[in-house]
């Protein structure tokens, strides 16, 4: 199956009261495993790319490459979106050309009317080419490629503005954190969100940060709009437990335990089971 605009898929779990997760990839193992999991459990899914991820991939053009290829050999029929992850503008245009199926333009961090200019052109070309277009207002807290955030609440009314410039889906700081959260973290703001929502109606709304967020509070998220969850921290942090785990045990060093197919095995199942547990509690399983 070819890939896919996010837009179809998030409209129809947002109606459903479910959310689509992103997950993103970082190499062939982290691919592999979301896809393999996405089609086991019949679930809609998206890959998302950031933009370090892709410069270490070799590029966009290589990572759009490598995800068309596995989605034919490994007959994956599930509808699978490819997105770039917190996009810089420049970096809007290249997974475009490379052949991405779905794009997020993070100009939160641009005064709104900027934000609003440079959306409003990426909105006529996604439209002309078919993709889907995320934006963002409100800077998401934590790190993601060097950029920081506080994990600011989003202003409902520069919502709307950015909404009704035509995009597919909306991330809004509500208070959440990219990374691990720290103890003193304060949960997310439902008051936000719901302000957002009743300004910004039917369209999908996406929760950045969805590692660590306790379970209730992603339900909650979903009954108010919320249809795309990110996921990254947790899958990386399963990733290293699970082959730390693999080396201190010696197994590296037992007959060819080394072999790179070996080594990086238990860390590619531990992806798959912390997929599937996010599957479960966004409700995507079987809506494929």
Request: aromatic share 6%.
């Amino acid at each position: 199956m070819a890939l896919v605009s996010a837009k179809e898929m998030l409209e129809k779990a947002r109606e459903g009261k479910y959310a689509v997760g992103q997950f993103n990839i970082n190499n062939l193992e982290w691919t592999k495993s979301i896809l393999q999991t996405a089609q086991e459990l019949n679930s809609p899914v998206i890959l998302g790319v950031s933009e370090g991820a892709g410069k270490y991939m070799t590029g966009f053009k290589t990572v759009a490459s490598m995800v068309k290829a596995m989605i034919e050999e490994l007959k994956i029929t599930v509808p699978v979106a490819l997105h770039l992850d917190h996009g810089t503008y420049e970096g809007c245009y290249k997974c475009i050309e490379a052949g991405f199926s779905s794009i997020m333009f993070d100009g939160s961090h641009f005064p709104i009317d900027e934000n609003i200019e440079k959306t409003k052109e990426l909105v006529k070309v996604c439209k002309k080419k078919g993709l889907s277009l995320e934006a963002e207002v409100g800077a998401i807290g934590g790190e993601e490629d060097g950029v920081v955030g506080k994990g600011e609440c989003a202003d409902p009314d520069e919502c709307k503005m950015i909404a009704d410039l035509g995009v597919t889906m909306l991330a809004a700081g509500i208070g959440n954190i990219h990374g691990k959260y720290p103890a003193d973290w304060a949960g997310l703001s439902f008051e936000t969100l719901e302000a957002v929502k009743n300004k910004v109606g039917k369209m999908p709304l996406v929760l950045h940060g969805g590692t660590g967020i306790p379970t209730e509070m992603i339900k909650k998220a979903i009954s108010l709009g919320v249809a795309k969850i990110n996921v990254n921290t947790e899958c990386q942090l399963a990733f290293q437990e699970a082959t730390r785990k693999y080396i201190e045990e010696g197994k590296d060093l037992v007959g060819k335990g080394f072999d790179p197919r070996k080594l990086l095995t238990p860390g590619a199942q531990a992806i798959k089971d912390t997929v599937k547990e996010k599957m479960e509690i966004f409700g995507s399983i079987g809506k494929a």
